[in-house]
């Protein structure tokens, strides 16, 4: 299969759930001052870290898909579980935002970070097997494994925390693993560019 038309219906759920995110869950505030705004810093928040974190893993992952010249069925399957995970986080996010304190939406919420890194992983995993014949590929593929391994850490550990301690632990845990993924994929691309 080529990979043109899974690169677009990826790229079309990424704006999709950017969009439905910044439309659903920040309000304009009643007081356009800066008291105002702050009233609404629990949704700009949580909806940036969200909005982040998928910036960070279609970032991450751009390089290996530039290099690609196939997909297999499982890159596919892969694609369609990434697919739900990111048209499900503007949901999510929006349980966080309206419950923030709620234990059960945390975990909820983290459940969905952690499907999406785990999707992700899997489709860079197969679509480096069905270009093994395209070093370009497989070493970027494996590279933003590496770097998806660190940020699910991040995530189950934050996880842990909003199971165990700190309810909102899980939100952090998501704007750090974005932020992991984006240092990683800058240190890549300057060790790619000064190779």
């Known amino acids: 299969m080529g990979k043109e038309r899974l ?44 909005i982040f974190w998928l910036a960070a893993l279609w970032l991450g992952g751009y390089r290996a898909w530039d290099r690609a010249e196939r997909a297999s069925r499982w890159t596919v399957l892969a694609s369609l579980g990434l697919l739900l995970g990111i048209l499900t986080t ?7 935002i309206r419950s923030y304190n709620a234990r059960l939406s945390q975990i909820v919420y983290g ?14 995993l197969s679509l480096g097997r069905a270009n093994a014949d395209v070093p370009e590929c497989v070493d970027a593929a ?3 494994r590496r770097a998806l391994i660190g940020a699910l850490c991040i995530l189950a550990a934050g996880l842990t ?8 632990a899980m939100w ?3 704007a750090v693993a974005a932020l992991y993924l984006l240092i990683m994929w800058l240190v890549q691309d300057r060790g790619e560019n000064a190779a």
């Open 7 to 50: 690169t677009r219906v990826l790229d079309v759920a990424m704006v999709v759930a950017i969009l439905w995110m910044l439309w659903d869950n920040v309000s304009i505030p009643y007081e356009r001052t800066l008291a105002g705004f702050w009233s609404i810093h629990n949704e700009i928040f949580r909806t940036g870290a969200s």
């Open 90 to 96: 503007p949901y999510f996010t929006r349980l966080i």
């Open 111 to 124: 459940g969905c970070m952690i499907w999406t890194a785990l999707c992700s992983f899997l489709l860079f």
């Open 142 to 144: 494996a590279s933003h």
């Open 161 to 168: 925390l909003a199971v165990v301690r700190f309810r909102q």
């Open 172 to 174: 952090y845990a998501v």
